[in-house]
């Protein structure tokens, strides 16, 4: 059966990251970048990531950080995964010996196959809705349609941007990713994680993953 995993990010308290366990997340996101509303420090993740346990991944979000930065989280917050949103190189995201993710704001101007080969080892392509001066967590999709899977990409791919419980069927349906990330979509308020909204987008997530497989067999 195709599975598409589930990360939800921008998780500040530990007792969301309980009820996003609770619920059937596959990953949650720390971000550590100071302008968001929904960064913690290092000092935080550490009281939230003792919610977790074994097989749930901790993926830390980092915007053109220093690399004494992201030093001092992994050196205290024991972080499974990297994402990176800004204009990291392919040599800076991979010297962490983390496995590593790389966002990429989509227009028509990006080209998503060569920016996937720029990030050959990347695990994976997390596409995110472009504006300017911002980095991710705008609460805008992208247009899929300049995602569409005739080619494949070299990186396996990971569809953000403005998701929510509504339209994430679609997304699943038209593009087959490996995996959504979302954070505005299941809030009451940034960085404030709502459980019903949260239980809807999970299952809205499975109930495509469904429709996805009954269309194969019918192929």
């Known amino acids: 059966m195709t599975r598409t995993r589930i990360k939800i990010c921008g998780i500040t308290r530990p007792e969301d990251a309980r009820m996003i366990v609770a619920s059937g997340a596959d990953a949650i996101g720390l971000v550590f970048y100071e ?3 929904r960064a913690v420090s290092a000092e935080q993740a550490v009281e939230i990531v003792r ?3 074994a097989f749930v ?3 830390a979000l980092f915007v053109d950080e220093a690399v004494a930065g992201i030093e ?3 050196n205290l917050v024991p972080v499974n995964v990297l994402q990176f949103h800004g204009s990291e190189s392919a040599q800076f995201c991979g010297q962490f010996e983390r496995p590593y993710v790389k966002a990429l704001r989509v227009n028509s101007e990006l080209d998503i196959h060569a920016a996937c080969r720029d990030h050959a ?3 994976g392509a997390l596409l ?3 504006q300017e001066g911002v980095p991710g967590g705008t609460g805008r999709s992208f247009d899929w349609n300049l995602a569409l899977p005739d080619s494949a990409l070299s990186l396996p791919l990971i569809v953000a941007g403005g998701l929510d419980d509504k339209n994430v069927g679609a997304a699943i349906k038209l593009l087959r990713p490996s ?7 299941v809030e009451s308020a940034p960085g404030i994680k709502d ?3 949260v239980r809807r987008f999970i299952a809205a997530v499975s109930r495509a993953d469904q429709q996805v497989d009954g269309r194969a067999d019918e192929q």
């Open 35 to 37: 302008p968001s509303p």
């Open 51 to 53: 919610e977790i346990p």
């Open 72 to 74: 001092h989280v992994l």
């Open 179 to 185: 995996a959504v990330d979302v954070s505005g979509g």
């Open 57 to 59: 991944s901790v993926v």
């Open 121 to 123: 080892a990347a695990r």
């Open 128 to 130: 995110d809705a472009w």
């Open 195 to 197: 459980a019903e909204k």
